[in-house]
């Protein structure tokens, strides 16, 4: 019998190293004995993976005939109306939503958050074809989307992956709505009256300041931050 | 014409859980091994298992998918049969797959497995079952093994080995009794789909009640006391910004607090935890600790409380009428809060496995694994048979230290130990 000079447990007859801290063994008065049967079966059955694909394809061929079968329908009935772009835009969506995320298991969450959004935007632009607003689609729609993409996932990434503070994170995501609030008003604004006039996002915003700044003063001093840390058992 | 109804049980309330956390990639399962005294007979094991499964109705079982809950009903697909051991331990059970059995029967050289979906029983369970095939087993080989050494295989089962000890022994208080909401959680990185590392450590039970004894506590306590030492050494060279606290979760078995006859799930996890933000431990602190708590709050009124609030939880007839596909969800949610996110790791102890000398003379030792983690951390598990304890680490991590450590100090406790793992 051998043991390991490092971690001073015995090893198995067959072990040609410590499984601990995988030193050699070296001992000329017990080789190990590769004849030996090893100790725990080495033969893989090799679990399958769940076949994910295969749901993928069939939610995307099941949203693919919903589509195409509104697409035929829309050319014999109702024509006047392009109505199939609704059901076939959701169908594009939720293929982006559901479907891909099946298919290509590796991309990323923030590239996936990005495509969901832009799927959002996408149906949009069908709703605008079919009702000829493009002008609104334009002007409103895609502003509104293009901050979100922007804003959202990077937002996202920095809690998830920078490991922000739960007291850092509440500051961020607070100032992001308060942005986005004035966003969505200066977007509304240019597209109705054609000038910024800033009225009810100022309030969110000036409100989501006003609490960004004691969870900033908790955040900067550590008494106060270990007292709130008590108080609410984070 | 009158039809013949299949007969079915409901869940009790583990296996609820486990029914609802269970995924294509994850499954809580557990395996005991007896290691023989001489090869494997496949064949006189198959028949072993043939005769011991219709006296335990209770393994013989397959999940159904209700509207509501997912239920048992017997299972009469053909097996299960027995099939050569592979390094792919305690892989995922999937319930469409397998002929829907939840137990699985494997041999490797001179080492019998029986691997249990905890949906089915627990631990203690599953070693009632494994001690009458094992008994079997050892008649079909021609050994002469007194019928009183195991369950008698000819008698009938005994309804009280079905009941939900859960639902009979829930009061009317319920409680929660969590003491760490967040522990410090030692994940490792994940192996690739499906890599499952097992190492085991045998241990003299003698050196190691010795040990356990000068300080004042049993093996149970000693070995969770020194993993948790372990554990804030670790924490503290990870220099985290905010140290947790370390928490085990340690199953308890109920049967000893209330009678009860059943081979299904009836345990009940307890926490100890020991925060290193008020300071520095000795082992003969931790050890003081973990005996303290153990006592604390392993109590039958607690228990009692605990158990009524998970039976409460699942008869709560607003529960009840949300339909699974929506509940499962839910509860996978809330098993991340209350089953992953309280525990550093899980400690699993189901005592000293004794055996008539008929049958100790076949059997070299005994193991047990627990099988993977919700998420990459390790499971330590032990069982003590002969003058031996084995303990296992598994996971799917890549990281070894924490066995590393721990078996190294017990080596620095004056123990000998020896160890085999998969990781080679």
């Not at chain 2, 007979?41 to 005769?51: F, K, M, N, T």
């Not at chain 2, 249990?116 to 050892?138: C, I, M, Q, T």
Request: hydrophobic letters at 45%.
């Amino acid at each position: 019998m051998s043991y390991c000079v490092n971690c001073g447990v015995e090893l198995g007859a067959g072990a040609g190293s410590c499984p601990l801290c995988h030193t050699p063994v070296q001992n000329p008065h017990a080789v190990p004995d590769n004849d030996a049967p090893p100790f725990f079966p080495t033969r893989h059955e090799g679990v399958e993976p769940v076949s994910r694909r295969m749901a993928g394809l069939l939610l995307s061929s099941m949203l693919a005939s919903v589509a195409l079968c509104c697409g035929i329908l829309n050319l014999l009935f109702y024509r006047e109306l392009w109505w199939s772009f609704f059901p076939g835009g959701a169908a594009v969506m939720l293929w982006v939503w559901f479907a891909m995320p099946l298919l290509f298991r590796r991309l990323s969450a923030w590239c996936r958050l990005t495509l969901d959004t832009l799927a959002i935007g996408v149906y949009v632009l069908l709703i605008a074809l079919a009702v000829h607003g493009l002008d609104w689609y334009l002007r409103l729609a895609v502003p509104m989307l293009l901050c979100a993409v922007c804003v959202c996932p990077t937002v996202i990434w920095v809690v998830r992956y920078r490991r922000l503070s739960i007291l850092s994170s509440a500051i961020l995501v607070l100032l992001t709505a308060g942005f986005l609030a004035a966003a969505v008003e200066l977007f509304c604004d240019l597209y109705l009256r054609g000038v910024w006039r800033p009225g009810w996002s100022l309030i969110v915003l000036i409100s989501c300041v006003g609490l960004c700044i004691p969870l900033i003063v908790i955040r900067r001093v550590p008494s106060l931050r270990e007292e709130a840390r008590r108080r609410f058992h984070v | 014409m009158a039809t013949v109804s299949t007969p079915w049980y409901r869940m009790d309330n583990a296996s609820v859980m486990y029914s609802a956390i269970q995924r294509e990639d994850y499954s809580a399962i557990y395996r005991f091994s007896a290691f023989m005294d001489r090869e494997v007979d496949p064949a006189a094991l198959q028949r072993a298992v043939d005769r011991a499964m219709p006296r335990f109705p209770g393994f013989a079982v397959r999940i159904r998918r209700g509207f509501f809950w997912h239920y048992f009903e017997p299972n009469p697909s053909p097996g299960p049969f027995v099939r050569e051991d592979s390094a792919d331990f305690c892989r995922p059970v999937r319930f469409g797959e397998d002929n829907g059995w939840l137990v699985r029967f494997l041999h490797y050289g001179r080492r019998i497995s029986l691997e249990v979906f905890h949906a089915v029983a627990d631990g203690a369970g599953a070693l009632v079952f494994f001690r009458a095939l094992l008994a079997e087993y050892l008649r079909q080989l021609g050994e002469d093994i007194p019928a009183g050494c195991a369950v008698d295989l000819d008698s009938p089962p005994s309804p009280g080995e079905l009941e939900d000890a859960y639902l009979r022994h829930a009061g009317r208080v319920s409680r929660s009794f969590t003491q760490v909401k967040r522990a410090y959680q030692d994940l490792g990185t994940p192996e690739p789909f499906y890599t499952f590392n097992v190492t085991m450590g045998f241990v003299p039970i003698a050196q190691l009640k010795e040990r356990a004894s000068a300080l004042g506590g049993t093996v149970t306590e000693y070995l969770s006391a020194v993993l948790i030492k372990l554990l804030l050494e670790k924490q503290r060279q990870e220099r985290v910004h905010r140290q947790r606290p370390v928490a085990l979760g340690i199953p308890v078995n109920l049967r000893p607090y209330f009678p009860t006859e059943t081979l299904r799930n009836f345990i009940m996890t307890v926490q100890v935890s020991a925060d290193p933000r008020l300071g520095d431990y000795s082992l003969p602190e931790l050890v003081s600790l973990v005996r303290c708590q153990m006592r604390l709050y392993a109590t039958p009124q607690n228990l009692r409380a605990v158990m009524t609030r998970g039976v409460k939880l699942q008869y709560n007839p607003l529960l009840q009428l949300i339909p699974s596909v929506l509940k499962n969800p839910i509860m996978l949610r809330s098993y991340r809060t209350s089953g992953v996110r309280p525990y550093t790791a899980t400690f699993t102890n189901p005592g000293y496995f004794a055996l008539p000398p008929e049958m100790s003379a076949h059997i070299e030792h005994m193991e047990v694994i627990l099988g993977q983690a919700a998420v990459a951390r390790p499971h330590i598990s032990a069982i003590g048979y002969g003058g031996t304890m084995e303990i296992t680490f598994s996971g799917t991590q890549q990281e070894n230290d924490l066995e590393r450590e721990f078996f190294r100090y017990l080596v620095r406790e004056g123990m000998h130990v020896r160890v085999e793992s998969t990781r080679g």
